[in-house]
């Protein structure tokens, strides 16, 4: 039974952003990994060009408004408020869920990074959270210091919440199905789809993952 967040499914590629793999096309790879099945958009950027990044997301948000795919903010709450984004990603050190929600409404999708400790998830829905992030699960080249996780996490936490489960970390076509089957509504990734050399063949790849039909026995 697939999930909704908003009105959006919630449900199969969660496709993040980042600005060293994309150059001056990003808004063009984004579309590709929606042609390629992204349910999800997190459009994130570290950087403190604050100009280049509300361009950035802009263009993002259009091509996501056209497929109807929802365009969530990796931490900074202002820059979703700004040009209206669906939804925001907060961290351990970013505002809190409650601040975020008084600043974005009731409609906004607010996700959290719960690493890999269910206290953190615990407190995040308390706090009014949509859905719950765990990882990384495997080694990363976008986060090589992110604490691990283990499968069993999605299992724990799928029992105890009745929200959308993300999982992100090194994940690939290869090694996302025992993930999906542990829990995960959603498998976040990064440079597996958008490092890709065909990102549109990259996000099927991952996508179709969640149509087989093992998955649903």
């Known amino acids: 039974m697939s999930r909704y967040l908003k009105g959006f499914p919630f449900e199969g590629l969660y496709a ?77 050190d970013d505002v809190g869920v409650a601040e975020a929600r008084r600043m974005l409404g009731e409609n906004i999708i607010i996700g959290v990074s719960c690493y890999n400790r269910i206290d953190l998830a615990r407190q995040a829905r308390a706090d009014g959270a949509d859905y719950l992030a765990f990882g990384r699960f495997f080694s990363s080249e976008s986060k090589p210091g992110a604490v691990q996780a283990n499968p069993g996490l999605l299992e724990e936490a799928r029992a105890l919440f009745d929200c959308p489960l993300v999982a992100i970390g090194g994940i690939t076509a290869q090694n996302g199905r025992p993930l999906i089957e542990a829990g995960a509504d959603m498998l976040a990734v990064i440079r597996g789809v958008f490092a890709a050399d065909d990102v549109s063949a990259a996000a099927r790849s991952i996508s179709q993952l969640f149509m087989e039909p093992e998955n649903h026995a």
């Open 16 to 92: 993040i952003t980042d600005s060293g793999l994309h150059g001056d096309d990003i808004a063009h790879q984004v579309e590709r990994a929606i042609e390629g099945g992204a349910r999800v958009v997190q459009y994130r950027d570290k950087s403190n060009d604050n100009a280049r990044r509300t361009d950035e997301a802009g263009a993002i948000l259009a091509v996501c408004r056209r497929h109807g795919v929802p365009l969530l903010i990796n931490d900074d709450v202002e820059l979703a408020q700004r040009i209206q984004a669906q939804g925001v990603h907060l961290g351990l």
